[in-house]
Each structure stands twice: as C-alpha cells, then as structure tokens.
C-alpha cells in the first residue's frame, strides 16, 4: 500500500538518487503500478470508455524502448485480496474514494484518475502478444516483487513507495524518473537515462541502521501509531527544513536505537493510553515489519523453467486459476466469496452499470463455487455515491452443475461453449457467419442489446464514439453510459470465456476493428429476432403488420450502422462486413418474401370465408 508522504520526502532529498543510464539487464516491473501509470501520464480519455488502441500503442512502445536498451522485463501482477483484515479499512476507504471521483469526473467533465473498464484487459493482453514475461501473484505483488529482484540482482521498476524501504541489492527506479520516451545512444551503447535508489544510501544519509527500515516503515504507516498522536516532529532538530516533519522526526527518534524490537518497545510507551493494548499493538507493528523482510522468491522458477510457483494454503484447485492472467477476482470469489466490481465515470442517478452483466457472473460463481449449500457472494458496487455489499447467488444449467471446477479444463469442448452462449442468450448458429475471432464480442453483443435495450439513436452514437480516430470531442454521458453498459458485459462475458478455457477464441479489445465490424454483430443479434417473429406469424397472423414494421425498423436500423461502418472500414473489414450483409440481406428478403405471401394467403382465405357466408 506504499507509506504516506515517503515518496514526496526522499523528492525532497535529490542527493538519495543516482544518475544511471540503464541497459542490458533484467527489470522486474510492478504490473498494476506500471498500468496506471501509463495511462494517467498520457492524457487518455478516461470519462467515455477510454482510448484502448491508444493504450495498445502506448504499451507496445514502452517494451520497444526496454529491447532497444536490452532491458530483458519481468511483470509482476497483484493477485487476489488479503484474506486478512490487515488493509480492509485502507481498501474501503480507496473504493469510497473511487466513486466520488467517478462521480466528479461524471459532473464536472475533468480526469479524475478513474482506470476504464477494459484498461487492464489491453494491459494484460498486449503484453501476452509481445510475449513479456508475465506472472499473477497469489495476494499483493510487492514482496514477490522484492524476492525475485533480490534473487537475480536486478532492479525493481515502480513508484510504489515501499520499495523505498525492501532491500534491493540492485536498486529501485522511480517510474517517474525513467525517462523511457527517450531512449539515448545507438545500437549496442542504447540506453534509457533513470534514476537508482538504494537503501544504503538511505541509511547512511540519515544515520540508521538498516535492520531499523521496516521499522521506520511499520510505525509511519501504522493507525494505532496515527490514533495516538505521537508528535515525532518534535525530534526533528531546530532550524532544520523538512517538507514532511513527521517522518524526518521519526528518523531522528529512530537513530538512538540498534535493535527493531527495541524500538517498537518504546514508540509504545509513547503512545500513552493506547499503550494498555501493549500485547496488540505490538504484534500489529510486527505484522508490519515482515511485509518488508527478505524471502525467497517463488516466481524465479516459474519465469526460467515454468514451474508453477508453491504458494502456502494454495489448494491445487485454485493454483492453475491463480496463474492465469486476468483471475485476481476470481480468486477472491474462492477464498473470500465477494467481488469487488470496481465503478465507471456514469452518472450516479443511473444504477450502477455492473448490474446489466451480474446474470453473467452468476454462472461464473455457480462454477467456482459448485452447489454448496447456502453460499452466497458479496458483490461490492456502488447504489447511488454509497458502496454496498449485495449477497449474490451462483446460477447453474444443465450442463454447468454437471461441471467440476477441478476438472473443468478438460471438459467436452461443446459442454464449455453451450454454458457460455446459453448464458449469453445467444444459439451457435447465429454466430455461424462471423469470422472465429469476432464470435465472442458478437455474443456478448447480442445479451447486451437483449438486457440493456438502448433505443437505436443511442446505439448509433455509440457505435461513432467507438469507431472514431478521437474521442477527445464532448460526449454525452447518457451515450457514455450505454458504452460502459458494453463494455462491463465484454469484461464479464471475456471472464467467463476465460474461465471455461477459451471455447471461443479472445477478441482483441484494443483494435478498432472490432468495433467497425458491430455491425455484423448487430446483424447477427436482429437476425434471431427476425426469425422468431416469422415464427410468431405463421401462428398468429394478426401480428403481419406490426411485424412488417418491425422489419422496416431493423432494415433502416441495419442500413444506418452499414453505413457508418463502411466510413472506417480496411479492406479485412470490409470482406467481413459485406459477407455477413450479403447473408443478412438474402436472409432479409426471404422473410420478407414470405411475410408478404402469408398476407397475401390470408387474404385470400379471407375472401373465400366471407363468399361463402354471402353465398351466391
């Protein structure tokens, strides 16, 4: 979680770094901090629906820049939750938070640093197609970050300020200070300019003895220490200039001691009356300092040799699921049965939009979970600008209670691909005319047009933000909020297919092309509906005029997306596209033909009855 005001005091200490020009070696890289940050520094769009293709790029020339320098990069990914109460409050707190920026970004239009949903997904997606090395912990990523770091002798690439306080033997480099964007030399001499950290340094500087940093580190970050109102600023000595005194006194408090636990032993006391829960205090305060001592890593095998890593308590069912990229919150449904799912910049008088995808996550949770007896899980969203925690039941099918999660991998192909279009709402053979890599988001379109149903003007404004250059002019949030509508339910949907071991190839979320090519999706979607009203007609032919307008409706509907597509299209999209229209087409005048002639026969018998009652 990083320590308060650490990052902002050592940037007040210039004289802590080094100037390096870094090149040929191993960079282990905090995946989530890296994440964020590339998206935030860049000025991408964040209020409606993000710049993904953007994003792509933005990730694609980072790695470049490591391979011109031959910086060989090792991402490390946060896993699930704390199954502790350790940080729960400091989570809650960051969540709250969370939703009143969405809500002022919503208001007020500014960037309020709010990570858009599909975010993660490019991250993680592209770097899988670059083929970085990339791993998933079990929990938070920072000590296995440290470990493996340690173990191989190279830095750590973060600006999460605990990594000013873990020994690295090589080094820490501040994100902020690796001046990547502009890569120096030539050849075999190219180098990225950065600055290192070193503990060593740190220590010598102010005077402490290293085996006291976690220490340092426990009670500047510790409530217990915050509640009791320890002023340490008072051990800063006169006439010196600090930007953060309570730090700088705590360092000076700390130089009289040599041993940690004699240290805590006495911050204690300093407490006063909260030093009653001396026993609690202190263990709190341990509990501390070990998210800070050395270990060894268990990603170094995993990252040279494949082997999964031996995390504790990690029961074979839930060790392929936590390696698997994209899986933190599937993990947190095993072990802790919630899902924390995250807000959007939305207006906060709509619902949240995480509800239009929740059926999709039931038969996720009917999967990981099996048919065990009362479990419920905690969904945790927004209801207005409050977070709630909504209890949640796991939805089985016929052919999902039939399915272990142990043995789900190896299940028939056919079994994994009807869950997923039955939880989709969508047949195998709607999809049959679309290329394999565009089936998934085409499903996934389908049950968003059947759950959300947002009126076509809408869904055409939404399909121009998504396939414009920029999306830089002023959007409508009402249209924003469809577009986040899709893409809560392309997350949900891309889970679940990721969970049942890809029965449909993954879309490529960041390309544009997948969102020129909707139309065929759409297509495919109104195509089932005009099958079942032909349907409907034969056996109630009353309905022929309301069903010939509903035609009309799709058929200009149709003709409008075509049109907005063909404005963008390459020459891979266009075959798609005209494929899938010249079926739609042919398909669209058969039914037409046929509700004509069924008129037309009625009308006939009509005519007939009514002789015959008149007689000759």
Known sequence: MGVQGLTSFIENHQNLYREVRFSRSRLVIDGCNLKYLLYFSSGLDENHGGEYAAYESLIESFITALRTCEIAPYV?????????????????KRSEDRVQRAHEAAASGKQMKILPRMADFVFRQTLARLEVPMAQCFEEADQEIAAL???????????????????????????????????KGSGSRSYISCRRFYTSSFCAFFGLQHQLLPAFAALAGNDYVKQSGIKWAKFVPAGRETNRPQLEGLLCWLKNFQDPQEALEAAVVLMGQLSENKKEVLHRLHVGMEEYEPRGSKLSRFFLHGAPPEFPALEEVIRPLSLKPGSPEVLDVL?????????????????STNLTSRPLRQVMYGLLLGRRTSVLVNEIDREGLQLTCIPVKPVFTRVSERLR????????LSDRLRVLLEALGVSEESLGLLPPRLKLPAAITCYWLQRAQPPPDLLKALLQGMSNESTKRKVDMRV???????????????????????????????????????LSMVLQSQAQRVLVASENLQK???????????????????TNLQQLFLQHQDEETENEVQTAMAAQEELRLQEEHLLVRDRLQNQGEEQQVQQTRTGP
Request: hydrophobic content about 40%.
């Open 76 to 92: 490390v990914l946060d896993g699930g939750s704390d199954v502790t109460d350790r940080k729960v409050e400091t989570v809650a």
């Open 149 to 183: 770091a340690s173990e191989w002798q190279c830095p750590v690439l973060s600006n999460d300020s605990d990594f000013y306080v873990f020994h690295l033997p090589a080094g820490f480099l501040p994100t902020s200070h690796f001046q990547w964007k502009e890569v």
């Open 335 to 351: 072990r802790l049965h919630k899902m924390g799912l995250g807000c959007a910049v939305e207006p906060e008088d709509l619902p």
């Open 405 to 412: 999660l142990c043995s789900l991998q190896e299940a028939a």
């Open 480 to 518: 924003a909020y469809v577009f986040n509508q899709w893409q809560v339910c392309l997350k949900d949907g891309v889970r679940l297919n990721q969970l049942l071991g890809f029965p449909l190839p993954e879309p490529d979320v960041a390309r544009k092309k997948l969102y020129r090519t909707m």
């Open 540 to 558: 109630a032919p009353t309905h022929q005029q309301q069903n010939l307008k509903d035609l009309k409706d799709l058929k200009d509907l149709n």
